[in-house]
């Protein structure tokens, strides 16, 4: 697993490529997000495009990025989900708790309109 | 322990040497410690699971699960009422081994205290998501199905996230998908409450994501279509039968050796 950053204004995009089966590399995610916070940037886009898989430990994850943030006034939102992935998110209904988008710019841009 | 020395060795150079062998020791010990902690888990852990289905009249049941680990992520139990109506539940907790089996244990306990005939299983899920939401870790979340079948065949349940269970009648396929989002996410959510009839020699399969999601070398999934093409081939047969011939072909499946993740099936049929 591997994790890009990118900023465009005040919203971070974190670009993945890999898989998000669990283990030090899933949590690796989290524990970004929250330096992100650290720093004071609450509004996250994950670009999924690149990510073969993600089981549950991966939805864990990102569900807690999502808690971190909002808690701190922000928010996270998928980008680039695959049909795969989508099919996880619709069967597990988590699709009702994240926001997600075709591409990262357009993940980036409901935070400015938002 | 006494042990003489040849002219030559330093002082500092046997130091060093029994102190390795003394870290050496402390490793393994906590090594062995930790197994026999992680062995006594995974005991609590098998005597949370049904040893075998209650007897229930008008219905053969069947159901396993292989865990991933050591300990297990997957749940699934039977809750037999007085008037020959059952319960069956079937659950999956994100991610598995150790984290994943105290998620499981929660919330087993949670549903033999909760489930009562006559008592409304959305008010048990909503509280249930409630507990699980304020006692976990933000990243933790575990699906759910419950169902309780009656005698005449009505069977009434909550799918809270899980891969939608597949009742093989006369009338073709249905999957039962109505219920809620899976526990734990979200501080309050709603569950609906789905309705369905098993008709006489009717088959009812609970199964977990781990099997549908099981992959080949060539990068392919067991699937769902797979699952549907094989219970409908052997829908004439006992459930211990089909059950075992679902994890046989998903083994056969996989080629390897080791189950990638946790799998559970269930299955049900009405033979009166």
């Known amino acids: 697993m591997k994790i890009k950053e990118e900023m465009k204004s005040d919203v971070a995009i974190l670009i993945l490529r890999g898989e998000l089966r669990g283990g030090p590399e899933t949590t690796a995610v989290h524990d970004h997000i929250k330096g992100l916070i650290a720093d004071g940037v609450t509004k996250v886009v994950v670009d999924l495009a690149k990510v073969k898989w993600l089981n549950s430990s991966g939805f864990g994850v990102l569900l807690g990025g999502l808690t971190s943030l909002r808690n701190a006034g922000g928010d996270l939102k998928l980008a680039g989900v695959t049909e795969r992935v989508e099919s996880l998110l619709m069967m597990t209904k988590l699709i009702s708790i994240f926001e997600t988008f075709e591409t990262k710019d357009r993940a980036v841009a409901s935070f400015v309109k938002g | ?272």
């Not at chain 2, 062998?21 to 062995?39: C, H, K, P, W």
């Open chain 2, 1 to 272: 322990m006494v042990f003489e020395l040849d002219h030559g060795w330093e002082h500092e150079e046997i130091e060093f040497c029994l102190n390795t062998v003394r870290t050496a020791i402390g490793y393994r010990l906590a090594a062995e410690r930790f197994q026999s902690d992680l062995r006594q888990a995974a005991q609590i852990q098998l005597s949370l699971l049904p040893d075998s289905p209650p007897p229930i009249a008008g219905y053969q049941v069947a159901g396993k699960q292989i865990p991933a680990e050591l300990v297990g992520g997957d749940l699934y139990d039977y809750y037999p009422f007085d008037d020959g109506c059952f319960g069956v539940a079937v659950g999956d907790a994100s991610g598995h081994g150790l984290p994943a089996a105290l998620l499981v244990r929660d919330v087993v306990t949670g549903l033999r205290m909760g489930i009562e005939k006559e008592l409304k299983i959305q008010h048990v899920f909503r509280k249930l998501n409630r507990v699980i939401h304020r006692s976990n870790l933000s990243t933790r979340f575990i699906s759910l199905f419950y169902g309780e079948l009656e005698s005449n065949g009505n069977l009434f349940y909550i799918n809270a996230g899980q891969p939608p269970p597949l009742l093989f009648s006369e009338g073709g396929i249905q999957e039962l998908g109505v219920g809620g989002i899976a526990i734990g996410p979200l501080p309050e959510t709603d569950f609906k409450r789905g309705f369905a009839h098993m008709d006489h020699g009717s088959l009812l399969v609970l199964y977990t994501d781990g099997l549908i999601e099981r992959e080949n070398r060539a990068g392919d999934r067991f699937g769902i279509q797979r699952l549907k093409k094989l219970s409908l081939k052997h829908r004439g047969d006992d459930p211990d039968q089909i059950l075992d011939l679902i994890f046989d072909s998903a083994q056969k499946f996989g080629k390897v050796a080791k189950w990638e993740d946790d799998i559970t099936v269930v299955v049900i049929k009405r033979t009166l």
